[in-house]
DNA sequence: ACGTTTTTATAACAGCTTGTTATGCTCCAA
DNA sequence: TTGGAGCATAACAAGCTGTTATAAAAACGT
């Protein structure tokens, strides 16, 4: 009388009420036929009310019985429904993942990383969130994000940072005497308008040092946060700049050149994540396509 | 990695989601620890993924088991209402009866009756269809209705038929003479423009035989179908009726008055149902209560 | 109406689920 | 380092869920 309602005798139910015998619902259920009798008649006790009648050889449900049938359809659908959900999470191929990263990896690599990712993964949904490197950080440490891409990270003890470094290049737009050459070096940049990130990033250092190594005046033109920007800007013959080879294959389509930088000055990105809150198998599964599809582009 | 969901690791899923340890979980669910513990372990184990996650002494649910807390959550408040339902059902305090009857008592008699019913049965709905008595007879045979009320049945294999005898009485409007009489019979109806059934009735032929015994004269004024619109006549002094007293007795607040009929010409009531088709228990606890109703109204 | 066949109910039993208690492990805080 | 809180594990009891065997009941065909 007081004993839970069963999810087996709830499937019994609604098989005979299908199929109109027990016979045919046990084997529909893949069991023995006493095993439906007894089913449906502890269920029947424990309700306190007959739960089938017979009609002219078939076995109908009574009328309580088909007063609550839709909603033990509905609960035996979603257990299924929940099933099936939990077996495409274990195969990663269901979840979410919340993303945040530089305003140049929104638009410039992370869309097809993600669009390859998600194709053969139709349940899971991604929330790309662009913003500064400072902001970023901090949405590791309230653990609002599962992933993050950003630059220059000095590292903090909530956060797990790994670093990737990735190969510069100059770019310069189509025709420019400088496709002639295998490798640019500060020496072949010298009087050229230079499109730089601002002076006080790290790459932008790293490069000044280079230029000042060589003795070569850096001659500064335009100063920009973006990689991307400065791909537009150098397209658009305002000069010649040094970025990650990475935003440079994305404008390799659009007519910009670009030649390895000599010496070796990496940008450095970290792919970051919060240390505290442990992450799903999905993301760290995301982390690795990304970090796999950096491989082109690393130094070393 | 194959055996189905059990209800009881949702549960303490929810629970442990719910108290963020599995000590107050286990309390919660009125069980001990380590069954919540095993209960986890082995749904864990079955899906596949980590379920909880410790932070800072608090079991939290991993994000993987977060994506799934709401359907469990929805699956939960289903099973819980389907108890409800169940129990309702049992304690006839839900359910739904459709009932077929004649016009008269779809606006006099059953109303109350069907009122007082539902008063503490919140859960019951009903249907209520007026027609005409061969169209009640078909709902019955086709189990379009689960009881009904008519007259003049004669059988029928298919239905189960419960007859009732109503007491007859003459009706008159206020301040007629007819008041002065403990009873009324044809003798007193000399002369009297009558207002009475269809003469095919069975009614109708008991009330004339009744005329035609004491040798008056029956002065037919109107004939119509329903008692009520008997009733309405003779209260706005077109003459005066012989009708059931169920009917007479909802007039009599309107300033109608009645008088045993003498002799007694029984109205007679049928309360039917599908025989071939199972009563709910909650539509013969309504019999019960209808045919309880009529009590009152009952000859002999 | 009768015997045959189909279907459902019951019984006895095996294995798994779900609870118990007892106890060990781990982490954190005094 | 020690104690306490909380979780995991083990061993076991009871109950659920399945089995086969068989009885009982209903449906069906002559």
Chains 1, 2 share one sequence.
Do not use: N
Request: with cysteine; charged share 25%.
């Amino acid at each position: 009388m007081k004993s839970p309602l069963r999810l087996r005798q709830l499937e019994a139910l609604k098989a005979v009420a299908d199929h109109g015998s027990m016979t045919r619902a046990a084997s529909e259920l893949g069991i023995t036929q006493p095993a439906v009798s007894r089913l449906l008649s502890d269920l029947g006790d424990e309700l306190g009310f007959a739960l089938l009648d017979r009609r002219d050889g078939r076995l109908v449900p009574s009328q309580e019985a088909r007063y609550l049938l839709p909603d033990i359809q509905r609960i035996l659908d979603m257990m299924a429904r929940l099933s099936e959900t939990s077996r495409a999470i274990t195969e990663k191929r269901a979840g979410h993942i919340r993303i945040a990263c530089l305003p140049g990896f929104a638009t410039s690599h992370l869309p097809s990383v993600v669009a390859d990712f998600l194709r053969h993964r139709p349940g899971v949904s991604v929330t790309i969130e662009p913003d500064r490197p400072e902001r970023i950080l901090e949405w590791m440490i309230g653990e609002d994000y599962d992933f993050g891409i950003t630059d220059s990270f000095e590292g903090h003890p909530a956060v797990d940072s790994q670093r990737v470094d990735i190969r510069s290049v100059c770019i310069f737009p189509e025709g420019h005497w400088l496709a002639d050459r295998e490798t640019v070096g500060p020496s072949d940049l010298a009087g050229e308008p230079i499109i730089h990130t601002r002076r006080d990033s790290g790459f932008f250092k790293a490069l000044s040092d280079a230029f000042l190594t060589e003795r070569v005046a850096l001659t500064s033109r335009i100063e920009t946060r973006q990689f991307t920007a400065a791909c537009e800007l150098v397209l658009r013959g305002l000069g010649v700049s040094v970025i990650s080879e990475l935003d440079a294959a994305q404008y390799a389509s659009r007519g910009l050149q670009s030649r390895p930088f000599r010496p070796r000055i990496p940008h450095q990105l970290s792919l970051v994540r919060p240390i505290l809150k442990p992450a799903s198998m999905i993301t760290l599964d995301f982390i690795e396509s990304f970090a796999a599809s950096l491989a082109p582009f690393r130094q070393d």
